[in-house]
């Protein structure tokens, strides 16, 4: 599976984006899919993922009732809507895939988007 990540770009706090990751070369609509972030010096953080069921979402706190993960499996796409950003949401994003694992640990996910760059500005 390859994952290609874009949507990123600089917007206001407040503001809005959407996040799109696409795959190729395999249907991931079974797959565990899942975004991650990470800022310069920290470690990889969890955002968003799919449960097992394919229709069950679950956030990281810091993103909770902001940040949106849905899926177009017709276009084998998933998605992250962001919405009220912060600075503290600057970060590369990157989504990731596993035929596998459904959780929000990044180590267990096999495959991985390139990451695209969100800027926030205060």
């Known amino acids: 599976v390859q994952l290609q990540a874009f949507g990123g770009g600089l917007v206001q706090a407040g503001g809005s984006l959407r996040l799109s990751c696409a795959a190729s070369g395999r249907t991931f609509g079974t797959y565990g899919t899942g975004w991650f972030r990470q800022a310069p010096g920290q470690e990889r953080e969890f955002v968003a993922r799919?449960?097992?069921?394919?229709?069950?979402?679950y956030y990281g706190d810091s993103v909770k009732g902001r940040f949106t993960i849905s899926r177009d499996n017709a276009k084998n796409t998933v998605y992250l809507q962001m919405n009220s950003l912060k600075a503290e949401d600057t970060a590369t994003y990157y989504c990731?895939?596993?035929?596998?694992?459904?959780?929000?640990?990044?180590?267990?996910?096999?495959?991985w988007g390139q990451g695209t760059q969100v800027t926030v500005s205060s």
């Open positions: 799919f449960g097992r069921s394919g229709s069950s979402t």
């Open positions: 990731a895939a596993s035929a596998y694992y459904f959780g929000r640990e990044a180590r267990n996910y096999e495959y």
